[in-house]
């Protein structure tokens, strides 16, 4: 069955790095893009991007350009996101997803919580 | 970006009962290829978002027919009948039509 296995809670302090995981089964990993998708209380749901994981090119909602970078690795079927500069409103559940029209599997979602 | 617009934000329901949600774009959700991208998904409590809906009327695999998808351009609707307890949670559009993807702000449907 498909699954996307997302990489475990951060806590991240203003101005740091994180990089989240996404680990894809039950699939050929690259047939399908895999988008991601901010949640937050105040904002809801945001689409980020996505990255092709045959190519590795990929596309970004313009308010996340330079805040989010995208990768792939297709030997171990994951997708990465780097998120630099954290501020306080990065704070949020981050999902991974297949897909990049509509999104019939996320993974479980990844807490990035940025605090001093 | 396209604004999705939905109502109601709260739904009281009672279980059997029926329900119905709408959702609203700023503008037409045809693409050029002949589809509409309007999804509908139901996220839990803790839990991911889930597929109920795919563009417009289809319901994804495993989604009782209570739940079905109408509308086209700019006006959607998604229909709940026979309300069951696993039915309550948040529900969310999502147009997929234009670039970026944006959602719905969502619906509550919890208990009367």
């Known amino acids: 069955q498909v699954q996307l296995q997302q990489s475990g809670a951060e806590l991240a302090k203003p101005g740091s790095s994180v990089k989240i995981s996404c680990k894809a089964s039950g699939y050929t990993f690259t047939s399908y893009d895999i988008s991601w998708i901010k949640q937050t209380t105040g904002q809801g749901l945001e689409y980020i991007g996505y990255?092709?994981?045959?190519?590795?090119?990929?596309y970004y909602n313009e308010k996340f350009k330079g805040k989010a970078t995208l990768t792939v690795d297709k030997s171990s079927s994951t997708a990465f996101m780097q998120l630099s500069s954290l501020t306080p409103e990065d704070t949020a559940v981050y999902y991974c997803a297949r897909g990049q029209r509509g999104f019939a599997y996320w993974g479980q979602g990844t807490l990035v919580t940025v605090s001093s | 970006d396209v604004l999705m617009t939905q109502t109601p934000v709260s739904l009281p329901v009672s279980l059997g009962g029926q329900v119905s949600i709408s959702c609203r774009s700023s503008q037409s959700l045809v693409h050029s290829d002949g589809n509409t991208y309007l999804h509908w998904y139901l996220q839990k409590p803790g839990q991911s978002p889930q597929l109920l809906i795919y563009?417009?009327?289809n319901r994804f695999s495993g989604v009782p027919d209570r739940f079905s998808g109408s509308g086209s351009g700019t006006d959607f609707t998604l229909k709940i009948s026979r309300v069951e307890p696993e039915d309550l949670g948040v529900y969310y559009c999502?147009?997929?039509?234009?670039?970026?993807?944006?959602f719905g702000g969502g619906t509550k449907l919890e208990l009367k």
């Open positions: 999502l147009q997929s039509t234009h670039f970026p993807p944006t």
């Open positions: 990255i092709n994981t045959g190519s590795g090119g990929t």
């Open positions: 563009r417009v009327s």
